[in-house]
């Protein structure tokens, strides 16, 4: 029997005990890479130690903080404590405030450029706005961090309005990396048959390419969430006015406060973590299926 002959009858279905067919094929083994599992475990104590300081911190007395041990008594009262003295509902107001409208313009404004761009690379100007805005990825903030204080000063936007305008626009740059790959990747043809029925650009957007930007819309709102909820430096130069503070700033007044009491401001912390940390764990695959959608063309 020649070896074309040894493969196709090796790849023949096979009858199984219930009458139907199983398919024969080559199994090949998987062998597990021990030195990259234990660079991963070693790496990731790198988050898993700090992470268990901070919630046996966050349950023991002062005068046992500072060391790894279990708290002699579970001190619980220490959120509580850490609820009222940040005015928890106030800044988490402020913070949500500011995410979700950072979310929403984000997405109704750095897609549409992202289309626009990615379906005019051709012309010398779109490919100028395009490294220009990647450029933006490259600028250190604290080059920027004066001019931007001073600018949303004088334009009277040192308020939450003016921080959720600077999360849209400082976030363009890795929106429209993250997004163009995508967007070039959907067939042309799509929109030309649009055309044909006498759909406009506007509305092939929202009605065709919008839709199937999913993971990617997803994966822009994720990344937006995280900075905009855990920012601290942003606030810090834009915000004057204290009844307007996120949570990342009521925890530093509040640890300047109160620096010796540690418990206090890690159970603060944790607190804060806690709404983040739940989106990102039921939301994580919508981030990595939307980075590789837009990292492969």
Request: net charge positive; charged share 10%.
């Amino acid at each position: 029997m020649s070896n074309a002959a040894s493969i196709s009858h090796l790849s023949q279905p096979k009858p199984t005990a219930k009458g139907g067919y199983r398919q024969q094929g080559y199994h090949k083994d998987h062998k597990v890479n021990w030195w990259l599992t234990a660079v991963i475990a070693v790496m990731s104590l790198t988050i898993l130690v700090p992470l268990y300081f901070t919630v046996v911190t966050a349950l023991k007395t002062p005068a046992e903080a500072g060391t790894f041990s279990l708290p002699s008594s579970w001190q619980w009262h220490n959120f509580a404590d850490a609820w009222t003295q940040v005015n928890y509902p106030k800044a988490a107001l402020n913070s949500a405030i500011v995410t979700v409208a950072a979310v929403l313009l984000t997405l109704l404004t750095n897609t549409f450029v992202a289309y626009a761009v990615a379906r005019n690379m051709d012309k010398r100007f779109f490919r100028f706005l395009y490294y220009f805005f990647l450029a933006m990825m490259f600028v250190p903030f604290t080059v920027i961090m004066l001019p931007i204080a001073k600018e949303m000063g004088a334009l009277h936007l040192d308020n939450i309005v003016g921080l959720f305008l600077l999360y849209m626009i400082l976030g363009i740059g890795s929106n429209l990396f993250i997004a163009i790959g995508f967007i070039r990747s959907i067939p042309i043809s799509l929109e030309e048959s649009a055309r044909i029925d006498g759909a406009t650009t506007w509305t092939i957007f929202w009605r065709i390419v919008f839709p199937l930007m999913g993971p990617i819309n997803a994966t822009i709102a994720i990344l937006t969430t995280l900075w905009a909820w855990n920012d601290f430096l942003l606030p810090l130069i834009i915000l004057t006015d204290r009844s307007a503070q996120t949570l990342p700033l009521a925890q530093y007044g509040f640890q300047n406060q109160f620096t010796s009491n540690y418990p206090m401001a890690f159970a603060s912390y944790l607190m804060a973590m806690a709404p983040v940390l739940i989106v990102y764990v039921f939301a994580q695959k919508w981030v990595i299926s939307g980075v590789m959608s837009g990292a492969v063309k």
